[in-house]
């Protein structure tokens, strides 16, 4: 595609865009907030995953300050089962800075907004251009999918400079008059039509498409294989005191669901010494009991093999460090992980 078609492509995909654009509840607003709450729930999560997530969490924290007030584990019981939780701490970390070092206001300038906890350069670009009109580039895996298409680009996507040739040409077509309506036409084109199997016959702009004049838009985008995730295997304990609380740990801060409580676990794939490296590990001495449950859980870079045992704490005093015991009622309370869920929704066959 030539850049000096670029009136003519911007008329046909805005008018593409405002005829058949999915009703979106974010779509329905210009409060920069809103607008940085919904792209942050919307990385690595489906749409119809993220709506009523969206709209229970604008519901809970209406304003930036009652969410940089709130309680962090307040926060993510509103965000459990969407996973990637970083994602919420880093959000609440930007609204308290917004709060204490912007009035409350979010930054207008890319340089400004880029220095907040959590944004990077796509979160920024779709603030700045949704929320504020601003012509900035907000270049995701849909923006790259489409731009490799349409501009006939071979590079590696799974290269982070290559971003900025996408980058670049997004800055070369995008409409300055209305960069709100073609970024999120864009992602729209990506996300319906210019998917991973191309709908090409529905596509509002394909007369621009230099891949499908060659015929190789099924080729693209380029992107290099991920190497094969590491498989653990996960023993966790469901232990029961005789008045009927549950023995919980809470996770080290800064990892893998970091801050998360959970049943007292050990990573290993020896069945035969299971009991002696959880009394090396915790210092926790278990009669093990019946096994209850077997999944699977798939996290960005590793897959947890998880069991699911019944035990009797035999001796633990004191109880190590990062350790307490939770009523039933307090255990539904705590944000849960989805493997803690997923726990919790076996265990209730038994006991809740």
Not at 52 to 66: K, L, N, V
Not at 84 to 112: F, H
Not at 309 to 326: C, K, M, V
């Amino acid at each position: 595609m030539q850049i000096i078609q670029k009136k003519e492509f911007n008329e046909l995909l805005l008018a593409w865009y405002h005829r058949e654009k999915r009703d979106l509840p974010w779509r329905h607003t210009s409060n920069p907030y809103y607008i940085w709450i919904s792209e942050v729930m919307l990385q690595q999560t489906r749409v119809d995953t993220v709506i009523p997530y969206y709209e229970r969490f604008i519901s809970s924290f209406p304003t930036m300050e009652c969410l940089a007030d709130a309680e962090e584990e307040h926060v993510l019981k509103h965000w459990e089962g969407l996973g990637y939780y970083s994602r919420v701490r880093n959000l609440q970390a930007g609204v308290k800075e917004v709060v204490e070092n912007y009035g409350s206001v979010i930054p207008q300038t890319r340089s400004e907004i880029l220095n907040l906890k959590g944004i990077g350069p796509y979160t920024a670009g779709a603030v700045l251009s949704i929320a504020y009109g601003v012509p900035e580039h907000a270049v995701d895996g849909n923006v790259m999918r489409v731009f490799s298409r349409l501009f006939l680009i071979e590079e590696d996507i799974a290269l982070p400079k290559t971003k900025k040739i996408f980058e670049q040409r997004v800055m070369e077509v995008i409409d300055e008059t209305d960069p709100s309506s073609f970024n999120q036409a864009i992602m729209e084109l990506g996300a319906t039509i210019c998917t991973p199997k191309p709908r090409c016959l529905l596509c509002p702009v394909r007369e621009f498409c230099d891949a499908f004049e060659e015929g190789v838009q099924e080729s693209l985008p380029i992107k290099t294989k991920k190497m094969k995730k590491k498989v653990v295997s996960i023993h966790s304990f469901a232990i029961q005191e005789p008045g009927g609380q549950w023995l919980l740990r809470k996770r080290p801060s800064g990892g893998l669901l970091g801050d998360f409580w959970e049943f007292p676990q050990i990573e290993t794939a020896n069945q035969d010494t299971i009991q002696q490296e959880m009394k090396d590990n915790t210092g926790l001495i278990l009669d093990l009991n019946e096994e209850y449950v077997h999944f699977k859980h798939v996290f960005s870079h590793v897959t947890w093999e998880v069991t699911g045992h019944f035990a009797i704490l035999q001796d633990a005093s004191p109880l190590p460090e990062g350790y307490r015991f939770f009523s039933e009622e307090e255990l539904r309370a705590i944000p849960q992980s989805k493997p803690m869920s997923k726990i919790l929704a076996a265990l209730g066959k038994y006991f809740f």
